[in-house]
């Protein structure tokens, strides 16, 4: 019930439990697309090839461990410490969305900014540019706050993610409350941006990860209770030589945290040792 309550309050997955093996078959019978089954060995009634059954019916087994526990090696199946730590669990649910279509974006940046502009609101705009997200633009109290690409931040930010082709949505999260750098007006800034976009002076926005989405609509407190919960999972599955999870977790963190040493470290020393995340 806990990973169940961890999945449906952090994720858009949905997940399911089951009490024993015939609950759990139950459970695959009645669901077809099952994408993981977080699986414990102590489970009521179950064979003892379930491993290897539910290999055949899912694309996907994360076995769950109990100290000392050290069952045989089987391809296909990722091991996780027992009880599975929470941010483990949101990672593991959201691996597995895949979304159906982009979300819907029909508005042209300048047009957006120009309303919220006039009507003194605060709002995040997320742009997008072919299907992805490529950055955000923060107004607050009616101006221009910050911008900001996986290329930079600022002005620079705002110039190319104002391009005519851009789409923009209004994003659900309450402010960013982040340091301000842009001091200019709305009419100043969108006619500076596109006389350097006719002149070809401006770049292409790129893509931006979950990891660099979440950091830049992320409060600074927000972002920092994530880190800690991030280095505190790595720390562990570092301990416990779960290193493809540990790789996992730091590449997240490379991307909120791109300052840190201890994890630029942490990941060349996994590097060394075979495994490339």
Same mark, same amino acid.
């Given at each position: 019930?806990?990973?169940?309550?961890?999945? =449906?309050?952090?994720?858009?997955a949905?997940?399911l439990?089951?009490? &024993?093996?015939?609950?759990?078959?139950?459970?695959?019978d009645?669901?077809p697309?099952?994408?993981?089954?977080l699986?414990?060995?102590?489970l009521?009634?179950?064979? @003892?090839?379930?491993?290897?059954q539910?290999?055949?019916?899912?694309?996907?087994?994360?076995?769950?461990?109990?100290?000392?526990?050290?069952p045989p090696? &089987?391809?296909?199946?990722?091991?996780?410490?027992?009880?599975?730590?929470?941010e483990?669990?949101?990672?593991m649910? !959201?691996?597995?969305?895949?979304?159906?279509?982009?979300?819907? *974006?029909?508005?042209?940046?300048?047009?957006f900014?120009?309303?919220?502009?006039?009507?003194?609101g605060?709002?995040?705009?997320?742009?997008?540019?072919?299907?992805?997200?490529?950055?955000?633009? @923060?107004?607050? +109290?009616? @101006?221009v706050?910050? *911008?900001?690409? =996986?290329?930079g931040?600022?002005?620079? =930010?705002?110039?190319?993610?104002?391009r005519?082709?851009?789409?923009?949505r209004v +994003? &659900?999260?309450s402010?960013?409350?982040?340091?301000?750098?842009?001091?200019?007006g709305?009419?100043?800034?969108?006619l500076?941006?596109l006389?350097?976009?006719?002149?070809g002076?401006?770049?292409?926005?790129?893509?931006?990860s979950?990891?660099?989405?979440e950091a830049?609509? =992320?409060?600074?407190?927000?972002?920092a209770?994530?880190?800690?919960?991030?280095?505190? @999972? *790595? !720390?562990?599955?570092?301990m416990?030589?779960?290193?493809?999870?540990?790789?996992?977790?730091?590449?997240v963190?490379?991307?909120?945290?791109?300052g840190s040493?201890l994890?630029?470290a942490?990941?060349?020393?996994?590097?060394?040792?075979?495994f490339?995340?």
């Open positions: 019930m806990r990973c169940i309550r961890i999945v =449906a309050d952090q994720t858009p949905s997940a439990g089951a009490a &024993s093996w015939p609950e759990l078959t139950q459970v695959l009645d669901v697309d099952v994408g993981l089954v699986y414990a060995r102590s009521s009634g179950a064979p @003892e090839d379930a491993i290897e539910l290999l055949s019916r899912t694309k996907r087994v994360v076995l769950a461990l109990d100290a000392g526990d050290d090696a &089987s391809d296909g199946v990722t091991r996780t410490a027992r009880p599975v730590a929470e483990s669990l949101v990672m649910a !959201r691996s597995l969305i895949v979304p159906s279509s982009h979300p819907h *974006a029909s508005f042209m940046p300048v047009d900014l120009q309303m919220i502009c006039m009507s003194g605060s709002h995040i705009l997320v742009l997008n540019r072919a299907g992805s997200d490529v950055g955000v633009i @923060e107004v607050r +109290s009616g @101006e706050w910050t *911008a900001f690409d =996986a290329l931040v600022g002005e620079e =930010a705002f110039a190319r993610l104002i005519p082709e851009m789409r923009a +994003s &659900s999260a402010g960013s409350r982040k340091e301000r750098t842009i001091f200019k709305l009419h100043e800034l969108v500076e941006s006389r350097r976009i006719d002149e002076q401006v770049l292409l926005p790129e893509s931006l979950p990891a660099q989405m830049a609509l =992320a409060t600074p407190e927000q972002l209770v994530r880190v800690k919960q991030l280095n505190d @999972e *790595a !720390r562990r599955l570092l416990t030589r779960s290193y493809e999870e540990a790789g996992r977790v730091l590449s963190l490379s991307e909120l945290d791109p040493h994890v630029r942490n990941l060349e020393q996994l590097r060394k040792l075979g490339s995340r």
